[in-house]
């Protein structure tokens, strides 16, 4: 290879090959040898860092906060507001799951019940004269079956069976949604905690689910336990409340629509640095409970 001014290499660079002091290859590297495994270290994290974020997978969970009940008593609330009608029970009473316990009086769906009744009736008739109109009869049923719904609204019900006590309304007394009407025992004196879950999250909360609980007061303390109940039905704040208490629902910081569920409690202690301690009833707690996962690539790169 000449020396021409054009040349890719130093003169003296390319002497020195003439000679035979250096091979061409010494001539080429422009590094020193670190660099080449530093690239091949970098190379190995990069392909590591990928296949993790393929595989990996980030658990989603559904945030919320509750109380801890031991021996099965519940606080019955009022779902609507109104005038209480009836008061069937009284305390020491024993009453089996769906038994009738408190009825309001509303005129207004008594009078919206007995309207889409009668309507109902009357697009059947129809129907059955002329076999037309068969979509109206659809509508009717539909709209009797809704006032139907709210009518039993104005009925309050036993959700198991138990003892009645500290009964709070009477006949004509005006109450609102989330009032306390009585308080009443579970019959299998179950120690549950009660939770309150958002409400958009209801489809994918479902019993069986693992709920990680902590209490309020006891930084990393653990409770484990699996959620054994959920109401298929969304409340409010207030009326959340009002099912634990409105003393101890006041503790509580919840906002929007909620569900309740509620988690069976197998052995009543909690760990707090390394010990067991005692649950006790009314104590608050805040839980997280798994409704799902996804890879990590996805949560980080929400487009994917």
Known sequence: MSESSDSLFR?????????????????LRNGPGWTIWTYRVLVLVLVIAVVYALVAR???YADGQGVVRLGGDSQIVARISGTVDEVRVASGDWVEEGDVLVEFHSQRELDQYILARDNYRDAVQRWLLNHEQAEQVAQARADYRSAQSQLDELKVTAKSAGTVSDVRVRPGQPVVAGQVLLTQGDARG??????FLPGQLRPQIEPGQQVLLELLGYPQSRLELELEQVDSELIGVEEA????GYGLGDSLQLTGTLVHARARILDPVFEYQGRQYPLHDGMLVSGQVQIGSEPVAIALIPGL
């Open 11 to 27: 003169p003296a660079a390319l002497k020195a090959r003439d000679e035979g002091d250096v091979e061409l290859d010494s001539i």
């Open 58 to 60: 980030i658990s989603t």
């Open 190 to 195: 179950t120690n549950v905690v009660s939770l």
């Open 241 to 244: 409340r009002g099912q634990i």
